[in-house]
């Protein structure tokens, strides 16, 4: 089970930290990542972190901005966000893909998602 947290309402130019926390004792057998979606849009692909943490990737329209981690020990992942923008309004979730593959991008290769949390950047 995924737990995320962390969403709220900030003005343009602002951070946010997202976390989500897994239950369960296997967190570091599990790539990670974070989608979002905005309202009248598909789910689309945030940023992932390899389950030893030593591979990312981001979308191009947060690169720069955004910065994903995990803490294995603490069983989970964080998504550090600054220089927020209006269009990175949406609900953010997190989810995990089976740590076989190096890193994922696609939604259909992750196994478990959270329940998400609403991010929305004021103008």
């Known amino acids: 089970q995924l737990q995320a947290s962390g969403g709220g309402l900030v003005q343009a130019g602002g951070s946010l930290r997202l976390s989500c926390t897994a239950s369960g004792r296997t967190f570091s057998t599990y790539g990670m990542g974070w989608f979002r979606q905005a309202p009248g849009k598909e789910r689309e692909f945030v940023a992932a972190?390899?389950?030893?943490?030593?591979?990312?990737n981001y979308t191009g329209s947060v690169k720069g901005r955004f910065t994903i981690s995990r803490d294995n020990a603490k069983n989970t992942v964080y998504l550090q966000m600054i220089s927020l923008k209006p269009e990175d309004t949406a609900v953010y979730y997190c989810a995990a893909y089976g740590g076989i593959l190096p890193i994922s991008t696609r939604t259909y290769e992750y196994t478990y998602w959270g329940q998400g949390t609403q991010v929305t950047v004021s103008s």
């Open positions: 972190i390899s389950l030893s943490g030593l591979v990312t």
